[in-house]
Nanobody, 126 residues
């Protein structure tokens, strides 16, 4: 079983909202930076947002600023990504990932992350 499990993907109309969740199955996220990535068909995987578990600071790539919100629940082991004002170009497989060293950095680069989920499909279409 992969160490992280995403849920909450699906089909949504343009302008709509969706919240993705990322849960750690076998370890605590308390000392990890957790990020969301996405990969659209035919494109490279790109970082979207990141949260530092230690101080709950957040970081966003330009594509997500003002529309997406990353947060961590009080239990400490689930990280969510709320996506508002969704556009067709947001259609992608969304992955969460975690890393134990260095905290969140911009740009959010996938090779820096140690633990991954299998992804959740988000489709924005009318």
């Amino acid at each position: 079983q992969l160490p992280l499990v995403e849920s909450g993907g699906g089909l949504v109309q343009p302008g709509g909202s969706l919240t993705l969740s990322c849960a750690a199955s076998s370890f605590s996220l308390d000392h990890y930076a957790v990020a969301w990535f996405r990969q659209a068909p035919g494109k490279e995987r790109e970082g979207v947002a990141c949260i530092n578990s230690v101080d709950v600071t957040t970081h966003y790539e330009d594509s997500a600023k003002g529309r997406f919100t990353i947060s961590k629940d009080n239990s400490g082991n689930t990280v969510s990504l709320r996506m508002d004002s969704l556009k067709p170009e947001d259609t992608a497989v969304y992955y969460c990932a975690a890393k134990s060293f260095g905290g969140c950095l911009l740009p959010i680069l996938d090779w820096m992350y140690d633990h991954w989920g299998r992804g959740s499909q988000v489709t924005v279409s009318s």
